[in-house]
């Protein structure tokens, strides 16, 4: 792995952007007829996208991710960091499973926030100055995070479906042309479509009522001080919009496209190599869909303690790109879109 890392930025080495790619039309397109057919689904039918998505590809997109994080990012995600992420986020599972309480909570977001100061730690040792004026800056939003949980648990529901732009930008570092057409797409639907939803364009075709599973969903979705009927299903089809878009890009997109990172985890963990992880995924994703069926609120609450481990694992890898433990520079012969499929 080709490496230039940056005096003074830290140990870490990040991957080299891959084999040097062009990407066709095909692809472009996909993310725009998939984008289009989501909105239209988020407008019109929110609930059912958002539950039945959920059924269909959430487990499944869990065992993606985690193939891509872990095989692209091995670099990183290896030794004394990775045993302590995976500690503070079992922490985090074992919160989940508890029966909700105000405590649960905090000891949550003390985690969490406990993951994002360890990639601060490591992504910026030997840069004093970084150093605290990070570890300022996530003692203030911890801060406000305890005080405000029922808000931050609805920042991370939503932030958690737009971190693929970030993934998004790194993967596209390996374009030879098209690179800023294809970031200004997935600009386009990461944050244009939801700023049309949030602020009322779109609501002559959104749907009405907010009962049942769609109040408790909007609820869930919605900032407290604007849980109101109208602008609480806006939240709640920006949701579904984008969780769908979440699935396209790692059921889909990355899997076909980076197929390195497959490689990656491949070589990492051989027992889960090939169509394995497909498989794994799709058989847990059928005993959770089994499980929703039954008794919807236990699936939910079951599926978001084991996807904690994706979900959270992915913010100290995002953190520490954008902090830039280091930067590497390097490629390999161009290929096609074909060559890469």
Not at 5 to 19: F, K, M, N, S
Not at 70 to 86: E, I, K, Q, S
Not at 105 to 115: D, M, P, S, T, V
Not at 137 to 166: D, G, K, Q, T
Request: contains cysteine; glycine residues 10%; positive net charge.
């Amino acid at each position: 792995m080709a490496t230039d890392v940056v005096p003074g930025a830290g140990p870490a080495v990040w991957p080299a952007p891959g084999a040097a790619a062009r990407l066709g039309a095909a692809p472009l397109a996909g993310f725009a007829l998939a984008a289009a057919a989501a909105l239209v689904l988020a407008l019109r039918a929110p609930t059912g996208l958002a539950v039945l998505g959920l059924a269909a590809f959430g487990l499944l997109h869990n065992v993606l991710e985690l193939r891509y994080v872990a095989g692209r990012f091995a670099a990183v995600l290896a030794g004394p960091l990775l045993r302590l992420l995976l500690a503070l986020v079992t922490g985090i599972v074992v919160c989940r499973l508890l029966p909700p309480s105000p405590l649960a909570q905090r000891a949550e977001i003390l985690l969490a926030y406990g993951l994002l100061a360890a990639a601060c730690r490591y992504g910026l040792r030997g840069r004093r100055l970084p150093l605290a004026a990070a570890g300022l800056v996530l003692a203030v939003a911890a801060s406000a995070s305890l005080a405000f949980p029922a808000y931050h648990f609805v920042v991370l529901a939503h932030l958690h479906n737009v971190v693929p732009l970030l993934f998004l930008w790194e993967w596209s570092r390996r374009l030879t042309r098209g690179r800023t057409a294809f970031l200004v797409l997935q600009a386009g639907w990461v944050l244009v479509v939801p700023a049309l939803l949030l602020g009322g364009v779109l609501d002559r075709w959104l749907a009405r009522g907010a009962q049942g599973w769609t109040g408790r969903l909007v609820a869930a979705y919605t900032p407290p001080a604007w849980l109101t009927p109208g602008v609480g299903l806006r939240f709640l089809a920006v949701f579904a919009f984008l969780q769908t878009m979440h699935y396209v890009v790692w059921v889909w997109f990355l899997p076909r496209y980076a197929p390195e990172a497959a490689e990656g985890f491949d070589a990492r963990v051989p027992a889960l190599r090939g169509g394995r992880p497909w498989a794994l995924g799709a058989a847990a994703g059928g005993l959770l869909a089994v499980l929703f069926a039954v008794d919807y609120a236990q699936g939910r609450a079951l599926y978001a303690a084991v996807a904690s481990y994706h979900a959270y694992l992915e913010f100290p890898v995002l953190l520490m790109l954008v902090l830039g433990p280091g930067t590497v520079r390097g490629g390999g012969p161009v290929r096609n879109e074909e060559e890469m499929a």
